[in-house]
């Protein structure tokens, strides 16, 4: 049996463009997609903490260092510059693979720069 497990996570990134003409996707400075793990091409979900819309679509990799997070093509109807998105990306896993597996969670600020990361998420208190 495989499991769909949380394999990264960019939390609250702040989008900076929103290209409805542009091919599909999110560009990502490209700090964050090698920091969180999630690689070009990779199929992401998308879930915009402004208005609630939820995609999916795929990364693609932004200029290093730019802060870019560009939703591209029909997503940029659901997310404009200045909203606050959380970028996940899962992964099949084993239960063998699951018990050494660890998700990574990258945080950054509002200018989309690295924070700190993290690979667990804190508990939920009452």
Known sequence: MHLNMLKAKIHRATVTHAELHYEGSIAI????????????????????INNGK????????????????SVNGSAAHRAQPGDLVIIAAFVGLS???????????????????ITHTNHSIPKQAA
């Open 95 to 113: 239960e063998a693979e699951l018990a050494a597996f660890k998700p990574t969670m990258v945080y950054v600020d509002r200018d989309n720069r």
């Open 54 to 69: 939820r995609f999916t679509t795929y990364a693609l990799r932004a200029q290093e260092g730019s802060g870019i997070i």
């Open 29 to 48: 400075d490209g700090n964050l997609l090698d920091a969180s793990g999630i690689r070009e091409y990779e199929q992401i979900h998308c879930w915009n």
